[in-house]
């Protein structure tokens, strides 16, 4: 006997069954012959709950946008298998419910769709799907076909369930449809004679067996999509990223440019304003001083023309400045070479990596979403620390490079100091009396200064050249160090990422 309490609970269940029509015979003309028959609209209640899992079996619309074709091919292949299950499941559970809510016939109008939907579903999960499922596999392994099939073990015994309780009441319904003759209504004793309880029961659970069997279908769809769009959209993300740090060290390139050039234009200004500039009060200082002098003799003009003549040059800032300009901007030529092939790094370097992570995620393997998460936002981290890599690689050098300056101000200063020393025998020629002495003095000195001169130019020449390459060569060394570390680390990532997909989380 029940508890008092319990008794009113189950009293209060069984109201709101019966208020809800859940578990209630209807007694309605169905099952596509006028005769009041019970359960009929349970039947029809539970063929439409399914028929909403099998709208779900086709799983959302996923747009790719990465441009990857395996996910691509995959996507067809998984959209044909879910779209041919839902159409076949929609169309057979569609006509269970109608059949069971018809009232008129003929029978064979109404039975025959859900005998076709059957037989095609039943084809589908044993051989039209091979197809599909092979095209699948071949793209994302065998996980998701395994779950397929798994599934499809499930579902073949129940379609074998349904279909012969299908028949059973369409034999049912025909014979209490004959044995009343004429009669436009089906009398309640041939309903009972032969639509009996156990054919009803037969029908009930048969959909309702179907209705557990799709659930499964919709998750494997939904799942394996959602890591469709997930792998999508990570790529997309990804290629922005190393867009995004390519663009970073092109800009460490302009910006590293901006400071050569910036040291070049500070050596630059020292020879128009010391070395220049100088020579300028020497050649102004002769002809206020001897000019004149030296003119009125024939053969000391000539010599003395040849001086100043010939070698001005190795005063010229235009000249030694833009000799400088153009070894600087050789080296500049070289340093922003290095990043011309970042974006085919990037992606070959990076290939072999992402290519085994977007697949442990699309297979929909037991440790795919766990595997993914532990790895694939760590593959962004490489792109930054390349990048910072290369901005220690520029700032190392362009310190180098500053205190190159200083050397080159002072090579300058010692070949200003070489024209204030001449300038001086200037001075001293004025006092001569007799220029036959001076002049040939001076222009001993003159040439003792000339070879000075350009000795120390041609090694301002030689060092500016040898630290730029040796500049270049460090920074190129340090470049490479750099993708050679990002190669290392990508590499011992894909061991990782493959050693979790076979095996899973590390626990030891």
């Not at 349970?42 to 799983?59: C, H, M, P, Q």
């Not at 024209?419 to 001993?444: M, S, W």
């Amino acid at each position: 006997m029940l508890h008092p309490r319990r008794s009113c609970a189950f009293k209060a269940i069984l109201f709101c069954w019966l208020f809800l029509g859940v578990g209630r015979a209807d007694p309605l003309p169905d099952f596509a012959i006028n005769a009041v028959i019970s359960g009929s609209s349970t039947v029809s209640s539970i063929a439409l709950e399914t028929k909403g899992f099998f709208v779900d079996v086709a799983g959302p619309t996923v747009l790719l946008q990465s441009g990857y074709t395996r996910i691509e091919r995959a996507l067809e292949a998984l959209t044909s298998i879910a779209g041919q299950l839902s159409t076949t499941g929609v169309t057979l559970t569609q006509a269970i419910s109608t059949m069971s809510l018809n009232r008129n016939g003929p029978i064979a109008t109404y039975f025959d769709p859900i005998t076709a939907a059957i037989t095609k579903l039943q084809r589908l999960i044993t051989t039209d799907l091979t197809g599909p499922l092979t095209n699948l596999t071949a793209e994302i392994d065998h996980y998701v076909k395994d779950n397929f099939l798994d599934s499809f073990k499930t579902l073949g015994p129940t379609l074998v369930t349904l279909s012969q309780a299908v028949t059973n009441l369409r034999t049912a319904v025909t014979n209490a449809r004959a044995a009343s003759g004429t009669a436009v209504t089906v009398s309640p004793n041939d309903v009972k004679k032969f639509v009996t309880t156990r054919v009803i029961s037969d029908i009930t659970n048969g959909v309702r067996l179907l209705r557990t069997n799709v659930p499964i279908l919709v998750y494997i769809v939904k799942s394996t999509l959602s890591s469709f769009q997930s792998a999508d959209q990570y790529l997309v993300g990804l290629v922005q990223e190393a867009m995004q740090r390519e663009q970073d060290v092109i800009a460490l390139g302009v910006g590293n440019t901006a400071d050569v050039n910036a040291s070049v234009t500070t050596v630059t200004e020292s020879l128009t304003t010391e070395l220049y500039g100088r020579y300028s009060k020497l050649t102004q200082l002769y002809r206020t001083k001897l000019q004149v002098t030296v003119e009125a003799n024939a053969t000391f003009k000539a010599m003395v023309d040849g001086w100043l003549n010939d070698t001005a040059p190795l005063f010229d800032n235009l000249d030694v400045g833009g000799r400088l300009e153009t070894i600087y901007s050789t080296y500049v030529q070289q340093v922003l070479a290095l990043d011309d092939n970042l974006a085919a790094f990037y992606g070959s370097g990076m290939c072999s990596l992402v290519y085994h992570l977007l697949q442990s995620l699309i297979e929909n393997g037991p440790y795919a979403q766990f595997c993914f998460s532990k790895y694939g936002q760590k593959v962004f981290n490489f792109f930054v620390l390349h990048a910072t890599d290369i901005e220690d690689c520029y700032r190392l050098q362009m310190t180098r490079l500053d205190k190159l300056v200083p050397a080159l101000l002072n090579i300058v200063k010692l070949m200003v100091h070489d024209i204030d020393d001449f300038a001086v025998h200037v001075e001293r020629c004025t006092q001569f009396k007799n220029l036959e002495n001076c002049v040939p003095y001076l222009g001993a000195e003159y040439k003792t200064l000339l070879g000075y001169t350009a000795t120390k130019r041609d090694y301002l020449y030689r060092l500016t050249t040898k630290e730029t390459n040796s500049s270049y060569y460090r920074l190129a060394g340090c470049y490479h160090n750099g993708e050679h570390i990002m190669l290392l680390n990508a590499e011992e990532m894909k061991i990782e990422n493959d050693n979790c997909k076979n095996n899973g989380p590390t626990v030891v």
